[in-house]
């Protein structure tokens, strides 16, 4: 590997903007902050640091959006002319892309996709060493292309198509012991087609909503997490009178559930399903979840043998916190899981949703008297109030001193401010996306909500007495 002050022959060096480089991910608007050229730099810079730490080849996929396979062809030449050898896998769920880090060889691999976001964004999800890149490590990205600390060479290309390895995969790792029907709705994102053949692999009674990929999105936006973009996937599961429906998210690496009475059921939830068919098999494991997830959590663990642990928000950290303490599972409110038992413990929205089908096919119940066996509160959906990125850690930093909104409550700082009391919960963070705070309660019932949100009111409009409180 030759490193050398950079001659541009992409133009001149744009200005790259620091903001893109978030907490999980590089992300932007495409043409704006995410221009081709800057996806070239941040190749060259990802070639020179996978080649550093000592590894020669970076595998590639993209997502459906319009601008994925510019960006990805550009990514590629930066990346080749570091000196470091790539591999097209196409355009496949973010799960694939992990997947491959794992059964090629290499393990890295990156894949352009916007997530969930507008189809005006998109971004890098970036893996090496099968470790998801976040903050700091993602930092040193940028830092390498500011002061020119680029290789140059030659590397070569080839085109892998892992499509059916992946599936089979999935496939011969799950049991499905009873006649399901089910309704799949992809967002019109990249899951959909290897959804449906998943499907039918595992002879499912599929009803595909959604499914061909337009990364224009033109049904509804490809977010699980928000309850109106499960609306037609609740109303078809009624009207067909169907077992279960699935939900998958822009890129593939989370999923959502709707139960046979057309009810979601938020993935803390799920995630007490995998919990009580896993741990048994694994006593004394930990499990991860995360700070925006259910109170009932820890003590379903604890009593399945289980260690307890929450953490911070968000893909590329939880999957570290699981990776340095050997966590069997984890789980995020957003849908993302992470399953060790038989797997590889990456977020992967296909082999999740097989997992979990597996799981209520084994049972001749309804999933929704599964569900219902399950402890639950009632609780509010994800609630965000807009702020500036300087000031939403401000706003943070002075909530987490004010004694009267604790008082009397148990308090996490793990990721943001958790007040737990006896009857219910409330969470305030910083979001790690967008210049936002987001919030979340839970409680026995609705009277438990409202006096915890009343306490959360009260300190934000002494403390930040400019936000526009929704409650």
């Known amino acids: 590997m030759e490193v050398e002050e950079v001659s541009d022959n992409h133009g001149q060096k744009p200005e790259i903007s620091q903001t893109i480089f978030r907490a999980y991910d590089i992300r932007g608007i495409v043409g704006q902050d995410l221009t081709v050229d800057v996806v070239y730099w941040i190749g060259r810079s990802l070639g020179t640091e996978v080649q550093k730490r000592g590894f020669n080849k970076i595998s590639i996929a993209w997502d459906g959006r319009p601008s994925s396979p510019e960006l990805a062809e550009t990514l590629q030449r930066g990346i080749n002319q570091s000196g470091c050898d790539t591999i097209l896998l196409g355009a496949q769920p973010t799960g694939l892309l992990y997947f491959a880090t794992h059964e090629l060889d290499t393990s ?13 964004f998109n971004g890098l999800k970036i893996v090496i060493d099968r470790q998801t890149l976040a903050q700091d490590e993602l930092m040193v990205l940028y830092h390498r292309i500011a002061r020119n600390d680029l290789a140059s060479g030659e590397g070569s290309n080839e085109s892998r198509n892992l499509e059916q390895d992946y599936l089979d995969r999935i496939e011969g790792d799950v049991q499905i012991n ?7 709705d992809a967002g019109n994102g990249i899951a959909g087609p290897a959804a449906k053949q998943l499907m039918e692999m595992l002879n499912i009674d599929c009803t595909a909503l959604y499914c061909d990929v337009d990364g224009n999105f033109p049904n509804h936006h490809p977010d699980p997490s928000q309850p109106h973009n499960l609306a037609d996937l609740q109303k078809a599961v009624v009207e067909q009178q169907a077992d ?18 057309g009810k979601i059921i938020w993935p803390d939830r799920l995630l007490m399903l995998l919990i009580e068919d896993i741990l048994p098999r694994n006593p004394g494991r930990d499990v991860i979840y995360d700070v925006k ?13 289980g260690r307890p642990t929450m953490w911070k928000t968000g893909h590329s950290l939880m999957k570290k916190r699981m990776k ?12 993302h899981f992470y399953i060790q038992d038989r797997w590889y413990g990456f977020d992967d929205g296909l082999y999740t949703a097989a997992r979990l089908l597996e799981l209520i096919s084994f049972r001749n119940t309804s999933a929704a008297e599964q569900f219902a066996a399950l402890p639950e ?7 965000t109030i807009a702020t500036t990125d300087t000031r939403k850690f401000e706003i943070l930093k ?9 008082d009397g409550a148990r308090v996490f700082t793990t990721d943001g401010l958790r ?53």
């Open 244 to 261: 279960l429906g699935l939900a998958f998210d822009g890129d593939g690496d989370r999923v959502a559930l709707v139960d046979n009475q």
């Open 398 to 406: 002075t909530l987490s001193t004010d004694q009267q909104l604790t």
């Open 108 to 120: 890295c691999g990156v894949v352009i996709t916007g997530s969930h976001n507008p189809s005006e």
């Open 324 to 335: 340095d303490s050997n966590a069997i599972v984890g789980g995020e409110f957003s849908g």
């Open 377 to 383: 509160d009632v609780s509010t959906p994800e609630i």
């Open 419 to 471: 007040i737990e009391f006896s009857d219910g919960w409330g969470l305030i963070r910083p979001s790690n996306t967008t210049p936002k705070l987001t919030l979340r309660f839970a409680g026995n019932d609705q009277q438990a909500i409202i006096k915890i949100q009343q306490r959360m009111k009260q300190a934000l409009t002494l403390h930040a007495p400019e936000l526009q409180v929704p409650f």
């Open 293 to 305: 997830s259910s109170r009932h959590l820890a003590p379903l663990i604890s009593r399945h043998g």
């Open 178 to 184: 009873r006649d399901l029907k089910v309704v799949i």
